[in-house]
């Protein structure tokens, strides 16, 4: 199990629990409940891990702090989509859009490395988020190529589809049909990325990485091509998300500049990262729990938490569910307030259980 | 005479619109130690990060008869160059283990040469699995030159290496870095400390202003106290 996770546990026990908590919820609960609501939002959550986590990979590690991310998650969703209505709905279709679309992000990737290189701080930051908003108004307007504004709905492999029903799980009595499949498809998907981005943080490329982001000349300075380090993990970077931006797609049937370029999305992986922590990999899964956890029951929450008289009085308002985006935001500002580093990086101690397979020691005589 | 390892030619620094190495000249030879004195703003840590590259310099600087002007830093440290700049240069966030580990690149750390590392510091050893951010300033500077010796090297710069260590650790620091040499390593030294700098130099280059003064053996310096008073403006007893 150690070896699964590159020896790198989270730094607390308690973190530790929540973590395996929250991904043995995720592998069951499409067993467990018919709820559509429940499997969306944990659908969503699944996609949402592997896109945060590798905008901790850019930014956590490598320093780069780019804001258009949400491109290449937008180049999936759109990769997968153009593939499948180009192939009646084929698996090889659905395969052949998403790695041409990998491709595609491989390059932007690249190139956003290389700007990093001649813009700095601040002014590359907004750079990129230029990059995002043009990228948005251009699938909004390609509409031949992108369905425009209202993007494209299309049908994914019959094998995956809800109309196919398999059999059902006798103790629940819920109905596992090709959409559970296709769940259990995004799961392991998410789950193979995300250990693939733990190996990479922890190997020496990873090392090198933290070393770049800390001080680039001192890594240079060691002898590191450090550009080329950073263009290598802005790629890397862009291939994940851009394998989420599939999965989200495929889940939806459906891709549009609202669901995948927006604002929006950008908002909720930086929400994800600032309440998870950028710190360790870690953080996407429970940052990603709390946010779209809060963003689909926290309109509820409220309603149950506060009487009906109270909420509807001039004075109580404020309590009213409608205003949940509110105390999300609130939640935020809290957030940063009290714990900066997010909740992962609150509990981090001095040394890191993954730091004793680093190097054999020295023959220590104690 | 040993063979000439560095030479450093005409040397010119500017950063940004200041001037501040105005014609640097001096030479060291292989497996000694060369020191680069001078009062503070003469030009010593520039001079050091323009070898590195880090600081784009003008003129010529020859490494093993190679010249290096132009190259990128990390080609220069990748030619056997290590450095260990004032600031030390760890990444806070790695603990001792990793950081050893990210200095020997490519490959895994030779378990012999970590031994003999830690034989130079053995208070490394007790804190292997620490992050170098929560080091003391002693064991940070112990670390720091570790770093640098992690892969075999035929050059290191070490800049200031005394600087707010008590005097303990500086004797610990003189032994280790006279083992270096012993291992075929050179060594060019900016140092405050004139007692530390002559017990380990055998070249002296002085600076002044940006500019060379003075080059020659470290006990002509060390045994005229009127010519490094002229010098360097100290007296040491």
């Known amino acids: 199990m150690k070896r699964l996770i590159s020896y790198d546990l989270p730094a607390n026990a308690w973190i530790a629990a929540l973590v395996a908590a929250i991904v043995l919820i995720l592998a069951v609960l499409p067993l467990t409940t018919p709820s559509i609501r429940s499997v969306n939002m944990a659908a969503k959550i699944i996609v949402f891990i592997p896109l945060a986590a590798s905008f901790i990979l850019l930014i956590g590690y490598t320093g780069i702090v780019s804001f258009a991310h949400t491109v290449f998650f937008g180049i999936g969703g759109y990769g997968l989509a153009l593939g499948l209505l180009n192939s009646d709905a084929s698996v090889s279709g659905m395969l052949t859009g998403l790695m041409l679309g990998v491709a595609l992000s491989a390059v932007f990737g690249l190139i956003i490395a290389l700007l990093s290189l001649r813009i700095r701080a601040i002014y590359f930051a907004m750079v990129t988020l230029v990059a995002a908003l043009v990228t948005s108004q251009l699938a909004s307007r390609l509409t031949w190529l992108t369905g425009g504004q209202d993007g494209v709905s299309f049908d994914i492999p019959d094998a995956l589809s809800p109309g196919v029903r398999y059999w059902t799980v006798p103790f629940s009595d819920v109905p596992v049909t090709g959409k559970v499949l296709l769940y259990y498809a995004l799961f392991a998907i998410a789950a193979l990325s995300f250990l693939a981005m733990l190996r990479i943080v922890n190997s020496p490329f990873g090392r090198v990485l933290q070393a770049i982001r800390e001080n680039e000349f001192r890594a240079s300075a060691l002898g590191y091509p450090t550009t080329w380090y950073k263009a290598v993990s802005s790629i890397l970077a862009a291939v994940f998300a851009t394998i989420a931006g599939g999965l989200y797609a495929a889940w939806l049937g459906y891709v549009g500049p609202g669901s995948t370029l927006s604002l929006n999305v950008l908002t909720d992986i930086l929400l994800i990262i600032v309440i998870g922590g950028s710190g360790s990999l870690y953080g996407a899964i429970l940052g990603a729990v709390v946010i779209i956890v809060s963003e689909n029951y926290l309109q509820s929450l409220i309603e149950l938490l506060i009487p009906v008289s109270i909420a509807k009085s001039p004075a109580g308002t404020l309590l009213s569910g409608d205003r949940w985006l509110l105390w999300l935001g609130v939640l935020y500002v809290v957030a940063i307030y009290l714990v900066p580093e997010g909740i992962v990086g609150m509990t981090r101690s001095g040394g890191r259980p993954g730091d004793r397979r680093a190097i054999p020691g020295p023959n220590h005589s104690r | ?237």
């Open chain 2, 1 to 237: 005479m040993t063979q000439e390892l560095l030479r450093v030619d005409d040397l010119h620094t500017f950063i940004g619109d200041y001037h501040i190495l105005q014609g640097v000249n001096f030479d060291m030879h292989e497996g000694g130690v060369a020191a680069l004195l001078g009062r503070n703003g003469a030009g010593k840590t520039t001079t050091l990060r323009s070898i590195m590259g880090l600081a784009p310099p003008r003129g010529r600087i020859r490494f093993d008869g190679r010249d290096i002007v132009g190259l990128s830093t990390a080609a220069i440290s990748r030619l056997g160059i290590g450095y260990v700049p004032e600031t030390l240069g760890l990444f806070s966030g790695l603990t001792v283990a990793e950081t050893l580990r990210l200095a020997a690149r490519s490959r895994a750390p030779d378990r012999a040469r970590i031994d003999w590392i830690t034989s130079l510091f053995p208070a490394l050893r007790k804190f292997w699995h620490s992050r170098s951010g929560n080091l003391s300033g002693g064991q940070k500077q112990m670390l720091a030159i570790a770093k640098a010796l992690v892969e075999p090297k035929r050059l290191i710069l070490v800049d200031e290496p005394t600087k707010g260590l008590a005097p303990s650790v500086v004797a610990e620091l003189i032994a280790a870095l006279k083992q270096l040499t012993q291992q075929s390593t050179s060594i060019l030294l900016v140092e405050q400390n004139f007692h530390f700098a002559a017990s380990l130099a055998t070249e002296t280059t002085v600076l002044e202003s940006g500019q060379t003064t003075w080059q020659g053996m470290m006990g002509d310096i060390a045994r005229d106290e009127a010519l490094r008073r002229q010098l360097l403006g100290v007296s040491v007893v």
